[in-house]
């Protein structure tokens, strides 16, 4: 069975533990490959490594650094089919989005940051009159850690160690013990394209062993994690202490509101989207979808439609629109949300149920679910599900709808659908929320800040500002 070794100082090696967890195919339910099971052993050795790599690397000049970080991205590229087939095959995604979307993006993550270093600049602030000058200098910052969750796989674990590695850093990371395999991939296509040993470490295991121990390393000055709120809670409270930088990326119960004047089609086929791609896997997705009263009951009509017209099968059959959860703990507990909704009196408008596909009976395959709910404070409408389960509710104003959307602790996305310009900006200011996507969705140029506000996390990831992050700043004041 294909083991899936740590990846250190450029070369794969099994866990000093000598143990392994399984890895799951959730389209099949079975286990095909073996994960090694790290321990802090297995980071204190990857940090080593990166600590020896870290005085070359950070002298490596920008152009030479660039050319890695896209002689990477092509070497991505050139295996696509292989690192999307492996992408779908270990997290239950249909193989069309691996190939459409996850594996472009991690080799666009590498080329944009690439490109990006060789435009980074800093301030410089005159005192005039002072005969004064002050430069703001700012370096790497020295050994990282970046820790990745299962949802995207290899787009969110390169979003993180691309900018790290372009400003100079050395890292140590950790992908998702659920979906490992690309982050194992990538190990080859690293020593290919030239990226010096120990620049970037890759540990395989689990959160409380292996992520815990990057988190708790007092020489790992800065953690870039992104996952659940209540395990990024967790690592806030072992970093802060230590004064580490922290980028805290984590849940979200994004709002989409309609208003009667948007473009109805786009909306709808919209909608369909960012409800339930990626089987609703996506920190991103408005699972909480606010209608304006007067289109509602057409809206309902139109979106159930379409929802049921989604196929779902195997992540490997070309016509799959929705493929299978991405294990079956979280199978359960989306089902379990399920429940709790309709404890609620949620009313189920569609899905709700497992289902067996043929060949793939013990795959972890659920329908989309569509829930009308009558109030916000209860639980389907505050909780993060993270799954193919999307809340329909109608309000009567603007300033109702805005209320609603505000009115759960995260703040990540939101969605606003409408033409007129005066509410764009209204709410696009009022929105409690670190995006805000006006008729359009999970739209991304990657200068953008990306984070959230509330308990959807701390910093800002993307552009310079990820390049901020991953150096630390220096005032230089200079008298003459
Ligand atoms: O995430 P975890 P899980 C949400 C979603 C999901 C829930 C749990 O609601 O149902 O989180 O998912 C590592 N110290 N999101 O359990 O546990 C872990 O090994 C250091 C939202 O997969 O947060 C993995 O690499 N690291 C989200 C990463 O953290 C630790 C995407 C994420 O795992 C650790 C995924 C610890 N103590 C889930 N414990 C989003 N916002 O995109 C775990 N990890």
Avoid at 295 to 302: N, R, S
Wanted: glycine residues 8%.
């Amino acid at each position: 069975m294909k083991k899936i070794q740590n990846y250190i100082n450029g070369t794969y090696q099994d866990s000093t533990s000598g143990a392994w967890l399984d890895n799951y195919n959730p389209s099949t339910g079975k286990v095909y490959s073996k994960i090694a099971k790290s321990t802090s052993e297995d980071v204190v050795k990857a940090y080593d490594a990166a600590k020896t790599a870290f005085p070359a690397w950070s002298t490596t000049t920008i152009e030479d650094r660039s050319k890695i970080l896209l002689k990477i991205a092509e070497l991505i590229e050139t295996n696509l089919d292989h690192l999307a087939e492996a992408e779908a095959k270990d997290n239950g995604k249909p193989l069309s989005l691996a190939k459409a979307v996850d594996i472009p993006r991690a080799s666009a993550n590498f080329r944009f940051f690439g490109n990006a270093i060789t435009q980074f600049a800093s301030e410089a602030h005159e005192s005039v009159g002072l005969n004064t000058m002050n430069f703001t200098l700012r370096s790497p910052i020295g050994v990282v850690g970046c820790i990745s969750p299962w949802n995207l796989p290899l787009y969110l674990f390169t979003w993180k160690v691309a900018p790290a590695i372009a400003a100079g850093n050395c890292v140590v990371a950790k992908p998702s013990e659920v979906t490992p395999m690309t982050a194992y991939l990538l190990g080859e296509i690293l020593t290919k394209a030239g990226l010096p040993k120990g620049v970037l470490n890759i540990v395989h295991g689990t959160g409380p062993e292996a992520g815990q121990a990057i988190v708790a390393h007092p020489d790992i000055k800065a953690i870039s994690f992104t996952g659940g709120t209540k395990t990024g809670e967790h690592i806030a409270r072992t970093a802060a202490p230590m004064f580490k930088k922290l980028s805290l990326e984590l849940g979200g119960k994004n709002p989409n509101l309609i208003f009667a004047d948007c473009d109805y089609d786009k909306m709808l086929a919209v909608t369909v989207k960012s409800s339930f791609a990626n089987q609703g896997q996506i920190c991103l997705c408005g699972s909480r979808i606010y209608v304006e009263e007067s289109i509602a009951e057409q809206f309902k009509k139109d979106f159930v439609k379409k929802v049921s017209e989604l196929h779902i099968g195997s992540p490997f059959e070309a016509a799959t629109n929705i493929g299978a959860l991405v294990s079956k703990e979280h199978l359960e507990k989306v089902e379990n949300y399920i429940e709790i909704a309709k404890s609620e009196d949620g009313k189920i408008l569609y899905g709700g149920e497992r289902v067996s596909v043929k060949g793939f009976e013990n795959g972890y395959y659920l329908q989309p679910t569509v829930i009308e709910v009558e109030h916000n404070n209860c639980r389907i409408q505050q909780e993060e599900v993270f799954g193919p389960v999307v809340t329909i509710m109608t309000f009567k104003t603007e300033s109702e709808a805005l209320q609603l959307a505000n009115g759960v602790r995260y703040g990540l996305s939101a969605t606003v659908w409408t033409n007129n310009l005066n509410r764009t900006m209204r709410l696009s200011k009022q929105l409690e929320t670190g995006i805000v996507w006006v008729n359009t969705w999970l739209n991304r140029d990657l200068r953008t800040p990306f984070g959230g506000m509330k308990d959807s996390g701390v910093g800002r990831e993307g552009g310079f500002e990820a390049l901020r992050f991953f150096t630390e700043p220096k005032n230089v004041c200079i008298s003459y």
